[in-house]
């Protein structure tokens, strides 16, 4: 579920800082940045994996409303 969260933010974050670095903005620099996200969220998936971490329980912490 947190990783899930992060899956929320990517668009709202995209939109936040693109206005911050336009003359640089492209098509390639957002893929990029969506990339990023699903590195983050790959490696924290796997990470709650490993931990043995019970992921209802996690959803329960983390739920969004």
């Known amino acids: 579920m ?10 709202h ?5 693109k206005p911050h670095i336009e003359k640089f903005w492209s098509d390639d620099m957002a ?3 969506r990339a990023l996200f ?3 969220i790959y490696y924290m998936e ?3 994996g490993r931990a043995g ?4 329980k996690l959803s ?4 969004v409303t």
């Open 2 to 11: 947190l990783c899930f969260v992060f899956q929320i933010i990517l668009p």
């Open 13 to 17: 974050f995209l939109q936040a800082i």
């Open 31 to 33: 893929n990029a940045w």
């Open 38 to 40: 699903a590195l983050i």
């Open 46 to 48: 796997d990470g709650i």
């Open 53 to 56: 971490v019970d992921k209802r």
């Open 60 to 63: 329960q912490t983390f739920s």
